[in-house]
């Protein structure tokens, strides 16, 4: 359809999804609001151009990742001076994270209706990560932390609309910042291709598991996701299951080489590595004894949602974020020994013979309902006749 608004999604590396929750949400998002608009996705690469993926229009800035730092902020401010550059009429600019509230500005000066999202409380990542990081990049993670905590004040004050995908960021922002403009609009929820169960334990059968005889986690590991806690749980079991975690090894990061040295030789745990295929996931998530989820400073992470779709109980590190999504159904931790307790306990309860309704609590993340969320609010902003075809 010709002459249809233009939106652009800034801020995470890219589609096709290949490093965390933030890139499966852009993905998700971004191809059902194609429908409506012509959507452009920033993408974090190796050269500047502008090419298209599954109908959805990639706009490619260089960007160098190395493994121990990263500079979102700089990557928000040229893909968006070069997002302007390439595509004329953009007419809103979505900002993923708190960090490009920085880059907002130049969306504002040129006048384009803009939105942030705040993930997580983001400036506390990096206050946890210092604890691996080198001793001369100290430093850079503070000033980074400092930078994200006026970049969460930002992204309260400056767009047009600020989203919070948690109601406990949603009060947090109000609370500190006395913003009034935060809407709640959760994460939709990954639909995984459903296997038969034969195909399921071939999956198994190549990674060396069988059903019921491992505990799971799918994660980036970064140290505010909490791996060390249940690294260092499991340490303190007797249990002859396994603990498989599936992210991406980046073998320089300091973090993953202290999870290396930290599983030293137990070969109860197993790192698979980062892990796409949608059908292992599926195979992964619907087998396991229990899904271990030990992340610290949320928001709504897409991982768990994904989880809810299978009944296997739910293992959360315990703060407000888990608690809005898996509720009384959660089994929850605040430390180690409290992980390392359930884990023992297992041999009484055997988490094998539970089955929790994880199902029920799908629908508010269905994104058939998150979509619509979105389309109410960037209605807002155009007047009817406009050239926003949406499901009016």
């Known amino acids: ?96 994270a708190p960090d490009g509230a920085y880059a907002s500005i130049i969306a504002k000066i040129a006048r384009k209706k803009t939105i942030i999202n705040t993930d997580g409380i983001e400036w506390k990542r990096l206050i946890i990560r210092m604890k691996y990081a080198p001793l001369y990049l100290k430093p850079l993670y503070l000033t980074t932390a400092v930078a994200l905590l006026v970049a969460e004040f930002l992204a309260s004050k400056l767009p047009d609309i600020t989203i919070a995908d948690s109601l406990a960021i949603k009060k947090h922002l109000e609370q500190k910042w006395k913003t009034r403009k935060v809407v709640y609009i959760s994460y939709g929820v990954r639909k995984l291709p459903q296997i038969s169960d034969e195909k399921q334990r071939d999956i198994l059968r190549t990674l060396g598991l069988k059903p019921m005889s491992y505990y799971l986690t799918i994660a980036r590991l970064v140290p505010e996701n909490g791996i060390h806690l249940e690294i260092e749980a499991f340490k303190k079991t007797t249990t002859n299951n396994s603990l498989v975690l599936v992210g991406t090894l980046n073998a320089g990061d300091p973090y993953i080489k202290h999870l290396i040295k930290l599983k030293g030789n137990d070969a109860r745990i197993r790192f698979l590595g980062g892990i796409y295929d949608l059908e292992i996931l599926f195979a992964l998530r619907a087998n396991c004894l229990a899904y271990i989820h030990p992340y610290r400073v949320g928001g709504t992470n897409p991982s768990l949602l994904e989880q809810l779709q299978f009944s296997r109980p739910i293992i959360l590190y315990d703060v407000p974020f888990h608690k809005e999504i898996t509720r009384k159904d959660g089994f929850y931790f605040k430390s180690s020994e409290e992980l390392a307790n359930f884990l023992n306990l297992d041999k009484k309860i055997k988490f094998k013979n539970i089955e929790v309704n994880y199902a029920k609590y799908l629908s508010m993340f269905e994104w058939s309902f998150i979509l619509q969320r979105y389309l109410n609010i960037l209605s807002q902003f155009f007047s009817r006749g406009s050239r926003f075809y949406g499901s009016d």
């Open 1 to 96: 359809m010709k002459n249809r608004l233009k939106i652009a999604l800034v801020g995470s590396r890219g589609i096709p999804p290949r490093y965390g929750g933030a890139e499966t949400f852009v993905y998700e998002l971004s191809k059902r609001l194609r429908d409506y608009f012509d959507v452009y996705v920033t993408c974090e690469s190796d050269h500047f151009g502008v090419d298209e993926y599954e109908g959805i229009k990639r706009v490619h800035i260089w960007a160098k990742h190395t493994p121990t730092t990263t500079i979102p902020i700089i990557y928000d401010i040229i893909a968006t001076l070069y997002l302007l550059k390439k595509v004329k009429d953009i007419s809103v600019v979505y900002y993923v």
